[in-house]
């Protein structure tokens, strides 16, 4: 495995890893629970010197990493108050760092120069974690033509950037139906849901990742709580990184609106 170039990233301890439960755009400018527990990271978090998220919102034939020096703030949604399509978060790229990922990986990655950004994936998120967005930050897609162990696997692949100051992030949602969303009911949850969000806390809790890569094989819950795969699959490429000697722990845990898991995991 190459090294990263000097003037690039230093040594450093091992840093943590997140998966980050992120809901509805609308946590980017709200004041509540969840946004409430992202800031805190914010301040207990090592600072890192450069951010890699992966979002459930940026799904591509192939994996790429955005490869451009001022990333774009995507507005990927609609039928939200214009408060929310004013939000920018104007973290700096790092074309240099794409391009040793790329070189370190031995999965295939291509450079995206110019077409994606930061989706609200992972702008809802950063915004709370780091407001200033004054940390280089980049994107990697998901491949959604790629079975779930082509994630957890890639995920190895960027274990390096753990011990150079990369934090590595994983944006979605372990339970997603949009389709059975009760919109009345803020907490509201679903058996099913429920079943699922604590059946998949456990495994995580117990290191049993092989039966959260199987997650497409586990019943008729899993199908429900789990209709496409886009924002469970963050939740793959974090555990992908955990070591042996990592602590692991949840935040956010709970059920909104029948449907949604806000989980998030610390791992480290």
């Given at each position: 495995?190459?090294?990263l170039?000097k003037n690039e990233?230093?040594?450093?301890?091992l840093m943590p890893?997140?998966f980050v439960?992120?809901g509805s755009?609308?946590?980017?400018i709200e004041?509540n629970e969840f946004s409430?527990?992202?800031?805190q990271l914010?301040?207990s978090?090592?600072?890192?010197?450069?951010?890699?998220?992966v979002?459930?919102?940026?799904?591509?034939?192939?994996t790429?990493?955005?490869?451009?020096?001022?990333p774009?703030?995507?507005?990927?949604?609609?039928g939200?108050?214009?408060?929310?399509?004013?939000?920018q978060?104007?973290a700096?790229g790092?074309?240099?760092?794409?391009t040793e990922?790329?070189?370190?990986?031995?999965?295939n990655?291509?450079?995206d120069?110019s077409?994606?950004g930061?989706d609200?994936?992972?702008?809802?998120?950063?915004?709370?974690?780091y407001?200033?967005?004054?940390?280089?930050?980049?994107q990697?897609?998901?491949?959604?033509?790629?079975?779930p162990?082509y994630h957890?696997?890639l995920a190895k692949?960027?274990a390096f950037?753990r011990?150079?100051?990369?934090?590595i992030?994983?944006s979605g949602?372990?339970?997603?139906?949009l389709r059975?969303?009760?919109?009345?009911d803020?907490?509201?949850?679903?058996d099913?849901?429920?079943?699922?969000?604590?059946?998949?806390?456990t495994a995580i809790?117990?290191?049993?990742?092989?039966?959260?890569?199987?997650?497409?094989?586990?019943?008729?819950?899993?199908?429900?709580a789990?209709?496409?795969?886009?924002h469970y699959?963050?939740?793959?490429y974090?555990?992908?990184?955990?070591t042996?000697a990592?602590k692991?722990?949840l935040?956010n845990d709970?059920?909104?609106?029948?449907?949604?898991?806000?989980t998030?995991v610390?791992?480290?």
């Open positions: 495995m190459k090294l170039h990233l230093s040594p450093s301890p890893v997140l439960g992120h755009p609308m946590n980017a004041d409430q527990t992202w800031q914010g301040t978090l090592p600072r890192p010197q450069a951010i890699l998220c979002s459930a919102h940026w799904e591509t034939r192939g790429y990493l955005t490869a451009m020096p001022n774009k703030t995507i507005h990927d949604f609609g939200f108050p214009r408060e929310l399509f004013e939000v978060y104007p700096p790092m074309p240099e760092l794409a990922i790329k070189e370190n990986a031995t999965t990655i291509g450079l120069r077409e994606w930061f609200h994936g992972a702008w809802s998120v950063m915004r709370h974690i407001p200033k967005a004054d940390i280089p930050m980049l990697l897609s998901i491949d959604h033509f790629q079975r162990e957890y696997s692949e960027l950037l011990s150079h100051g990369v934090l992030v994983g949602n372990i339970v997603h139906n059975q969303v009760n919109w009345q803020e907490n509201a949850s679903y099913w849901a429920l079943e699922v969000r604590d059946k998949v806390n809790l117990d290191g049993n990742h092989q039966s959260i890569i199987d997650f497409q094989h586990q019943g008729a819950a899993f199908q429900q789990i209709p496409t795969a886009e699959i963050p939740l793959l974090a555990l992908g990184l955990q042996k990592d692991v722990s935040f709970k059920i909104v609106m029948g449907s949604l898991s806000m998030g610390m791992i480290g």
